[in-house]
């Protein structure tokens, strides 16, 4: 059976990326700049199925049910000329929690717990936020979703769930993945066991 393709899009940026602030679970809306860069991401994706000779209408879209996802898709959607609202949500593909910190800036998590935060910057992968989730745990999410999908699929999610998915299908070590910027406003195909991304 071949390998589904997934066109994966971050969410566009809230006041709390521009502020620097943890989001986490917490439902923040897109702000001006973050709609301005899911439209963008819906016209670079509209090139990208004119060049693999896809109908939009054809794919499966499903969002993390997190309201500055759900507003990315329907920007996204609405640039491809489709249904704003017609998508599927998966709870799997919500943000990493961040638990107690959430809100935060890392420098007032470091002042709020510098001991977990330590150990936190040495093992980024591994040790969770006080009540939040470690990457493990949302690579294994992850995986379970990505064993779900079955055909060619246009996904709106996060930075940390991409994270864990590179890890998940190997393009990423955890290492590698911990720090890495996944840029709001681009699409990152994983296709034919290769990770590019259109910006």
Do not use: C
Request: hydrophobic content about 40%.
């Amino acid at each position: 059976m071949p390998v589904p393709t997934i066109y994966y899009i971050r969410h566009g940026e809230t006041s709390w990326n521009a502020e620097a602030r943890l989001q986490g679970v917490q439902d923040i809306a897109l702000n001006e700049r973050g709609r301005a860069q899911a439209a963008h991401a819906g016209r670079i994706l509209a090139g990208l199925l004119v060049r693999d000779g896809r109908e939009a209408a054809a794919l499966p879209f499903v969002a993390s049910p997190l309201t500055r996802a759900r507003a990315t898709m329907e920007l996204v959607r609405a640039e491809l000329g489709l249904a704003p609202g017609n998508y599927a949500r998966d709870d799997r593909l919500r943000e990493i929690g961040y638990g107690a910190w959430e809100g935060s800036t890392l420098d007032e998590a470091q002042a709020a717990d510098p001991t977990i935060y330590a150990r936190r910057q040495a093992e980024k992968w591994t040790v969770a936020a006080p009540g939040g989730e470690s990457y493990v745990d949302v690579q294994r999410r992850m995986t379970d979703w990505y064993r779900s999908v079955t055909s060619d699929t246009v996904v709106v999610a996060h930075g940390g769930t991409a994270r864990a998915l590179m890890v998940a299908l190997g393009f990423e070590t955890p290492a590698s993945a911990a720090d890495l910027y996944i840029e709001q406003g681009a699409v990152y195909v994983f296709r034919d066991g290769e990770l590019r991304k259109y910006s």
